[in-house]
């Protein structure tokens, strides 16, 4: 049950964006999570916070002409959307898929605001992207869209106002691309970009972090429990970044992965996707770029095409694809097998009929905001190292990611104390988010 103040909120938000559906339900999530807050404490009311939090402080749209390989002209639609700078400079990724739209990054915007909030470090919120597909492109196409990308976007950011990084379709090579030319418009070596390459300002463990970061929450979930990653059965979905050093991360705390996807399909590999055999989908999607599916002719293993992972008998599900991969059907599969957890590597992988059903069966369920946010709190450490020109060993960065995602667990674990929502991470991560952004709206004045 919302307050009037928030359902009306709510209502206006819908009205002005009718065709915004990931937007609309992200925003959704959040607001009925505040409750609480709004009942103990007025100033939020008052002040219109909620109005303000709701909307972008700046949209971005704008054209992105490349030539292809053939000498054709193509256009795509690029985006950066400036969610909110209460509590540092726009921070959050670029992504790079067909499907990307308004609604999507304003989503994913949205929730970058509370995510980085979470961070313990000083970042506001954003995300950026086109319609333009990585996928089956050269590299000298993708370094031409890249180029005509940044051209634009060069004008909208930089390391004090805007730094964004990687997510979808959007790694190493597309960040270099981005930054030389970046580089090459403003005559400025500075740390503007984030998930850049070692040998030019990159951070050691950005690449790990996010995928790390969330079985660090999951084994934090666990702890509550008085229980560990070490032989937990482990459903991962996607392939990329975030997947791959999640498995890498489950199989160093003695877990075993034991499935991988992408848009093709899923692999069910019983016998555990070791270190070996993961060094061949970092080789197969980093530089081969080929589908999954080849990961199961080479290890004799099972493939479901155009299958999810979600009915693989499992303890804990790492959905670490994309938005709204799991849905109530989904859901009721993995809690019917008894998956007792699930750390959303990915961003709203959960639709909500999946999360009111983790929630009912008060499962360990660590949200996305929280339990996939050290992906950018590296990209903070990324962006201090680059203020000082310094460059923290490996063990240093590890030792800090793994101490953040301590602190977000503790910022949920308190929030939940203190509202007396016990087991429920959604409005533990909800609430501590918001109430640091708010509280600094309030402090900046009308703006
Ligand atoms: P990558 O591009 O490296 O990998 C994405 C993976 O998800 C690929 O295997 C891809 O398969 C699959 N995928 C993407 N879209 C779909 C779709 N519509 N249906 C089925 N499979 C799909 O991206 P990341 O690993 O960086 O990102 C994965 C998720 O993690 C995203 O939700 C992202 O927002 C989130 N995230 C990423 C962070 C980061 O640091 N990179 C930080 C925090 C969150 P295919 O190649 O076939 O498309």
């Known amino acids: 049950m919302s307050s009037d103040y928030i359902k009306s909120v709510l209502e206006t938000v819908k009205k002005r964006n009718a065709n915004e559906p990931e937007f609309l339900q992200a925003v959704t999530e959040v607001l009925e999570s505040l409750d609480p807050v709004f009942e103990k404490n007025k100033k939020y009311e008052n002040y219109k916070v909620l109005e303000r939090l709701v909307e972008p402080e700046r949209q971005i749209i704008f054209r992105v002409p490349w030539l292809d390989d053939k000498g054709v002209i193509q256009v795509n639609r690029g985006f950066r959307i400036q969610f909110n700078s209460a509590i540092g400079p726009y921070k959050g990724g670029i992504r790079l898929h067909p499907s990307v739209n308004i609604s999507i990054l304003k989503f994913l915007g949205f929730e970058q605001v509370l995510k980085n909030a979470l961070t313990t470090l000083p970042m506001g919120g954003g995300k950026g992207g086109s319609d333009f597909d990585p996928k089956g492109k050269t590299d000298n196409e993708v370094m031409r869209f890249c180029q005509s990308f940044m051209t634009e976007l060069s004008k909208h950011i930089g390391a004090d106002t805007d730094v964004p990084a990687g997510d979808i379709g959007t790694g190493g090579r597309e960040i270099g691309y981005m930054f030389g030319q970046y580089k090459r418009l403003r005559n400025e070596f500075v740390g503007v970009l984030t998930g850049k390459g070692l040998k030019w300002g990159g951070s050691l463990i950005r690449p790990e972090a996010t995928g790390y970061g969330s ?59 070791t270190a070996e055999k993961l060094a061949f989908v970092m080789d197969l999607k980093e530089v081969r770029r080929g589908r999954i599916k080849e990961y199961a002719e080479k290890f004799k293993c099972e493939f479901i095409a155009g299958g999810k992972p979600w009915n693989i008998k499992c303890d804990c599900a790492f959905p670490s694809a994309t938005q709204n991969e ?33 929630l009912a069966k008060k499962i360990l369920y660590g949200p996305g905001k929280a339990a996939n946010a050290g992906g950018v709190a590296t990209s903070g450490l990324e962006m201090s190292q680059n203020s000082m020109r310094l460059a923290w060993t490996r063990e240093e960065v590890d030792a800090k990611l793994h101490g953040i995602m301590i602190a977000i667990h503790t910022q949920c674990r308190n929030a939940m104390k203190e509202y007396n929502t016990p087991d429920n991470y959604v409005m533990g991560a909800n609430i501590a988010g918001f109430v640091k952004v708010a509280d600094t709206m309030i402090d900046h004045g009308c703006v």
Do not use: R
């Not at 991360?249 to 899923?266: F, M, P, R, Y």
């Not at 993995?334 to 992988?349: F, T, Y």
């Open 215 to 273: 079985v660090y929450f999951a084994e934090e979930m666990l702890k509550t429990k008085n229980d560990t990653m070490k032989g937990k059965i482990c459903a991962v979905s996607g392939s990329g970044n975030v997947a791959q050093y999640t498995v890498e991360k489950i199989n160093q705390l003695g877990g075993k992965a034991v499935s991988l996807s992408d848009s093709s399909g899923t692999i069910y590999d019983k016998d555990g996707i």
């Open 326 to 358: 799991i849905d109530g059907k989904d859901a009721k599969m993995l809690l019917d097998n008894g998956c007792k957890l699930v750390s959303e590597g990915a961003n709203m992988p959960s639709t909500p009929e999946a999360i009111e059903q983790y």
